[in-house]
């Protein structure tokens, strides 16, 4: 017996144990090609979030920030420091995001947004200083984002900050 049969035979005795039967989707509108319906609820590729996957997520980040942030160097030391950044969407990739003035360097680094609540910053280079890469999580209730990254500067003192942003 063909197996699509056997599936909608099974369906309709409401018997169906079969993956390929599972209709959990079937009153699910998501927002295609934003996303995929998964067992009953809709999967955002990423840039897109929202019960449909019909948000872009950098618009949320998109703004200008009061940072407070605590760094502990490699050397022993630490530092606090209270700056402002910004954060725009720069380029045609809707999943990546640019934090400008990132430790109060003066340099933009660019962050990819991984999901509707999590940011990846990759390694990258910006002169004399190397991000060595961090991962950020954005508070929906408070509107924060909270990032933990490292940076070496000319090679030799390496930091670990985290940086509270918040927005104005």
């Known amino acids: 017996m063909n197996y699509s049969f056997r599936c909608a035979l099974a369906?309709?005795?409401?018997?169906?144990?079969?993956?390929?039967?599972?209709?959990?989707?079937?009153?699910?509108?998501c927002s295609a090609p934003n996303s995929t319906c998964v067992e009953g609820r809709c999967v955002c590729i990423a840039g897109y979030e929202g019960a449909n996957c019909d948000q872009l997520s950098y618009v949320k980040f998109e703004g200008s920030y009061q940072v407070s942030e605590n760094c502990l160097s490699s050397s022993g030391g630490s530092q606090n420091k209270t700056y402002s950044a910004s954060i725009y969407r720069s380029g045609s990739r809707i999943d990546i995001i640019t934090i400008n003035n990132l430790g109060s360097l003066g340099i933009a680094a660019d962050a990819?947004?991984?999901?509707?609540?999590?940011?990846?910053?990759?390694?990258?280079?910006?002169?004399?200083?190397?991000?060595?890469?961090?991962?950020?999580?954005?508070?929906?209730?408070?509107?924060?984002?909270?990032?933990?990254?490292?940076?070496?500067?000319?090679?030799?003192?390496?930091?670990?900050?985290?940086?509270?942003?918040?927005?104005?």
């Open 11 to 29: 369906m309709a005795v409401g018997i169906c144990m079969l993956p390929a039967c599972d209709d959990s989707c079937s009153d699910v509108i």
């Open 112 to 168: 990819t947004i991984v999901d509707a609540t999590r940011l990846y910053l990759s390694r990258q280079n910006a002169g004399l200083t190397t991000i060595n890469g961090g991962q950020g999580t954005y508070e929906e209730t408070t509107r924060r984002i909270r990032l933990e990254y490292q940076y070496n500067v000319g090679g030799s003192v390496a930091y670990e900050c985290t940086a509270i942003f918040s927005k104005f």
